[in-house]
């Protein structure tokens, strides 16, 4: 027991282990991002929840045995400062978007009033695009929903869903 | 569940994985023989065992895809 003592005291040890688990992690994440096969990519999402639990699960023991100095808590002050920074970077976002949304819907009113007008001349394939306009434009106004269907989707891991 | 044949770098990808647990087996079932704290110890015995299930199945993950690969080089 004295002999392992001077060989490398506990927390180096510890945190060695800690450290590999932290870039073994990083790399199933890396690995799951890159995947073609969905098999694979299911495969390494679950080394990735895994591995990312063991450093959990190492952590939380070290911390216990104050191995582990936690970083002093940050300032009210500061999280004030980023709050209102990001407050408004999200208010100009918001506007950003809500014009880009409009501009779109402006310019696919625009075409289809054009093409309405000059569909005399139009060949067949062309006097179908206000059609498949009306087709992007719902999809669109669908997509908010969808992308929060997703989000909230306990199943992230599943597979292909990118295929 | 469908399998692709496997990509050059998912083949990589999976080999660096099984050098990565290797040690991983290597490093917790050492640090746990010579740990001094008994709570650590009991965190790293367990984490051999899982570690060496990861390689393990990795392992398999190419065994199933071995039949899938072709031969010759693909064009």
Excluded at chain 1, 46 to 66: F, P, V
Aim: glycine content about 2%; hydrophobic content about 30%; proline content about 5%.
């Amino acid at each position: 027991m004295n002999a392992s003592a001077n060989f490398l005291p506990d927390e180096d040890l510890a945190y060695t282990v800690l450290s590999d688990l932290k870039r073994v992690t990083r790399e199933y994440a890396t690995a799951a991002t890159e995947s073609n096969c969905p098999s694979i990519r299911q495969h390494f999402t679950q080394l990735l929840n895994t591995s990312l639990a063991m450093q959990g699960e190492l952590y939380t023991a070290m911390s216990q045995q104050k191995m582990y100095n936690t970083a002093s808590p940050a300032l009210r002050q500061e999280i004030d400062k980023q709050m209102k920074e990001y407050q408004n970077t999200q208010q100009k976002t918001n506007q950003f978007v809500q014009q880009r949304k409009t501009m779109a819907q402006g310019q696919q009113a625009q075409y289809a009033n054009w093409n309405n007008q000059q569909q005399w001349q139009q060949p067949q394939w062309q006097q179908q695009q206000p059609q498949w306009q009306q087709q992007q434009q719902q999809q669109q106004w669908q997509q908010p929903t969808h992308f929060a269907q997703h989000q909230q989707d306990p199943r992230h891991q599943q597979p292909g869903h990118f295929m | 569940m469908n399998l692709l044949p496997l990509t050059a770098k998912e083949l990589e990808y999976i080999a660096d994985s099984m050098s990565n647990e290797d040690l991983m087996i290597k490093q917790c079932t050492a640090g746990a023989a010579i740990c001094t704290n008994p709570q650590i110890q009991q965190v790293l015995n367990h984490q051999a065992q899982v570690h060496t299930q990861h390689y393990q199945s990795l392992l398999q993950c190419l065994q199933m895809h071995q039949s899938l690969a072709p031969t010759q080089p693909q064009s």
